[in-house]
């Protein structure tokens, strides 16, 4: 297995952070809810040094609740805030301000002593790519200032924003690692579209997430595509998925490049309902795949080789 995507203008954001966490007092770092492991960059613990952090688990409404109250606890245990937000509609960003207040509360205090009621606190703002840490900055900003798209590598400069409650904020461009070491990870940042799709050979992308979702949510699977799930390898799962949408070419064969794109798609999305890829504990994605596979090796998903 090997997804690997690090382009120069990510080198260069990790440059700009190290220089630039010196001028924040905290870091707010955005994760998506589906994969609150994988989508949280494990160089941003050196880069942040010692500041304060704290997590938002976005796009909380595509996410299991129960699994993210799970992971919200795991953090709890480790000594760093979070809170669950949909950025799109609005939802739960109302707790930020008084979070930061929370994770502030010396420095304010601070301030307070020496005269300085209300000044503003310095946020840098980091998350891997395609995690709606933009549409979150806009949300919370009360305007659009920053670039929200749905697909990773649109923000490419990083810029100060305030807010209405006296927070500013640096806003910076979507971060990777430069090498993803664990198998899981590279794949659930693949499932989720922080990688960019180009790269990737969907069709296999799109078997490895059948056979995840066939373990983790297989009642979703049934209904939204209105098969039985049988034990077959997850490709197999994939040409009928195809074949009750009617993606047919010459002679009956299932066109696989559009049925893949349809899942990926279709549960990025959340149509297939709300699903966490990652529970704090349980079998890795890697693991699920590799069962799946019944011992065969798992293809190359990097630039269609297979």
């Known amino acids: ?166 927070i500013d904020l640096l806003d910076t461009p979507g971060m990777l690692w430069p090498k993803f070491e664990d198998r899981s990870v590279a794949y659930a940042l693949a499932f989720t579209g922080a990688v960019r799709d180009d790269i990737l050979d969907l069709e296999t992308l799109a078997s490895y997430l059948c056979a995840v979702l066939k373990e983790i949510a297989p009642d979703c699977l049934e209904k939204r595509y209105k098969l039985t799930l049988r034990d077959e390898p997850c490709w197999e799962t994939l040409e009928r998925i195809g074949k009750t949408r009617g993606f047919l070419i010459s002679r009956g064969e299932v066109d696989l490049g559009r049925t893949s794109r349809m899942l990926l798609d279709e549960f990025r999305g959340g149509k297939l309902g709300r699903i966490t890829l990652e529970r704090s504990h349980g079998r890795s994605i890697a693991d699920i795949i590799d069962a799946s596979l019944d011992g065969m090796p798992a293809a190359d998903i990097v630039g269609g080789r297979r």
Request: glycine share 8%; net charge positive.
């Open 1 to 166: 297995m090997n997804i690997q995507w690090y382009p120069g203008h990510m080198a260069k954001t990790r440059r700009d952070m190290e220089a630039d966490i010196k001028l924040v007092d905290a870091v707010c770092e955005i994760a998506d809810a589906r994969i609150p492991k994988s989508s949280r960059n494990p160089d941003l613990a050196a880069l942040s040094a010692s500041k304060p952090r704290i997590v938002v688990l976005n796009r909380r409404d595509l996410a299991d609740p129960n699994a993210t109250a799970e992971w919200k606890k795991e953090y709890e245990y480790a000594g760093i805030g979070s809170i669950e937000t949909d950025a799109k509609t609005g939802a739960g960003t109302d707790a930020f301000a008084g979070a930061v207040k929370k994770l502030l509360a010396e420095k304010l205090e601070g301030f307070r002593e020496k005269g300085m009621v209300g000044r503003e606190v310095k946020l840098m703002v980091v998350g891997v790519p395609n995690v709606g840490k933009s549409t979150f900055i806009n949300r919370i900003a009360g305007r659009a200032v920053a670039k929200a798209e749905d697909r990773p590598g649109v923000t490419r400069s990083r810029q100060w924003i305030t807010t209405p409650e006296k």
